[in-house]
């Protein structure tokens, strides 16, 4: 199991953290104030670090933890199972996907954004900070297949064998073909969101490797959804004369509207040459998308059992790189290597970024 330590806070200077925690009542009665905590709870234990912090630089000089690093959140992406184990005073805030917190019966995490101590087990509130009380190490786990997490303080991750989403992201943005959003945290993948109609288009376009030409299509569109002038009407006006999309009727294109996992998969094969826009029967796209070596029994089943979010999309994605084009011995990604969508050295750094095995 893979670890990587941050050591950004002394826990031994955080026992204004701990006093309060372990005294506190619960969340139907808890005996500090919301205000205290936001306040002047989280100024003192602030400053108590800073003053620690600059006497430890002063005396250890060089290579000691400078207090910009201690005072400041950091984020990280996570994947499912991952664990971040913080001890007293350390803090953390979920900011996208789900996770929970466990601690052993003599330790306390608190709710600082709710004032109240949480049990172990409890799942943790979206935008909350919750901070482990002295003498506590507490376990705050993935249960989302990816997360993304902003901690302060003494961290420790241990990373699980899961299927890393969050390299996939990364190596797609490595080959050009993965842009996200302009969410402000998590690099802007959104893996945690439902990709839509639009974005499931944008993706179709940039496997096929005519990005270029569908920003400099110019023309119009049959769809009244769709808004003139924009960047999104360049991949649907092109997408729609290609004959790659037929739109969801003939006047709208419902951009914002939901995909889900068998319509992806029929715009991948497509892409591959597997299909056609002629095919509207997906009722088999799974079993063809496994005959044309793009998904395997694993993945489909996974597909079909959950939530198709943009992790999935990322997911079948990637891995629609290694399949083999029809009637040939060349890949999907060779193809857009040839295309010049991408480089060989950066497939390769692209490829070395993940290191999960499929499903």
Known sequence: ?????????????????????????????????????????????????????????????AGAVP???????????????????????????LLAGGAYVSYPSNGAVVDVTAGTVVPSGTILAVNHRYMAAEDTIAHFTVTSKTAVLDYQGTVEFAYSGAEDYNAMAAALKQLHLFRGTLTGYGQGFDLEAAPTRLQALIMFI?????????????????????????????????AYERGYTNGYSPTEFRPAGAVNASQYTEFVLRAMGYSSSANTNLADVFDRAMN???????????????????????????????????????????????????????????????TSWRL
């Open 292 to 354: 044309a070596g793009v998904l395997t029994a694993g993945e489909t089943a996974m597909l079909q059992r959950d939530r198709f979010l943009r992790a999935e999309l990322v997911y079948i994605s990637y891995y629609a790189l290694d399949a083999l084009l029809p009637n040939s011995n060349r890949t999907l990604g060779n193809q857009l290597m040839d295309a010049g969508v991408f480089t060989s050295a950066e497939w390769e750094q692209a490829r070395g970024l993940v």
């Open 1 to 61: 199991m893979k670890k990587k330590f941050f050591l950004l806070l002394p826990a031994c200077i955080l026992v204004l953290a701990a006093g309060w925690a372990l005294a506190a009542g619960d969340a139907a009665d808890p005996l500090a104030t919301l205000s205290y905590l936001t306040g002047a709870f989280t100024e003192a234990v602030d400053q108590r670090v800073d003053q620690r912090l600059n006497e430890a630089n002063l005396s250890s000089g």
């Open 206 to 238: 940039r496997v096929l490797g005519e990005e270029q030409q569908a920003l400099s299509w110019s023309g119009t569109t049959p769809f009244r959804d769709v808004v003139p002038g924009t960047e999104a009407e360049k991949y649907v006006g092109y």
């Open 67 to 93: 207090a910009a690093s201690a005072l400041s959140w950091a984020e990280t992406r996570l994947k499912g199972a991952d664990d971040a184990v913080c001890s007293t005073g350390s803090s953390v805030m």
